[in-house]
């Protein structure tokens, strides 16, 4: 059996995902709240997957209506020297997202152990992953 075929499928999903981060970023709704993402020290790329189990469109950013919500995310952190490729899934719950407010969703790796912290407009914590799952990637 031949599995390249196969493995057009994932590359080609991923560039699909990739050629939607270089538009602009649309306005943020008054009405939702505004989740951006930041990676540690550009180590990866941190991409936006899930909003309580379902597909989002962009993966640059969340945008959620008020209330409790869970954010699914994958990093896939680039290669370095010999390695491959790894990707890590984490998520994140947090119950009081505010109409029209902007929080942030900010990597951290230490080692092999990668989490995420979700800071509020003033840069306060309100909520923290477990750490995330890693996989090659």
């Excluded at 991923?14 to 939607?20: C, D, G, K």
């Excluded at 407010?101 to 951290?108: A, D, F, N």
């Excluded at 477990?130 to 996989?135: G, N, Y």
Aim: hydrophobic share 35%; with cysteine; net charge negative.
């Amino acid at each position: 059996m031949n599995l390249k075929p196969l493995l057009l499928i994932p590359t080609l999903s991923l560039a699909l995902l990739l050629t939607a981060c270089a538009g602009p970023m649309p306005k943020q709704d008054p009405g939702e709240a505004w989740i951006g993402l930041q990676e540690e020290g550009g180590s990866g790329d941190l991409m936006a997957e899930r909003v309580d189990g379902k597909n989002i469109n962009d993966g640059r950013y969340f945008e959620v209506t008020p209330g409790a919500h869970r954010l699914d995310v994958t990093l896939f952190e680039d290669p370095s020297g010999d390695q491959n490729q790894v990707d890590c899934q984490g998520n994140v719950n947090y119950q009081n997202f505010k109409a029209g407010e902007r929080y942030k969703l900010v990597e951290s790796s230490l080692g092999t152990h990668v989490s995420a912290t979700l800071e509020d407009a003033s840069g306060k914590e309100v909520a923290h992953t477990a750490d995330f799952t890693c996989m090659p990637g």
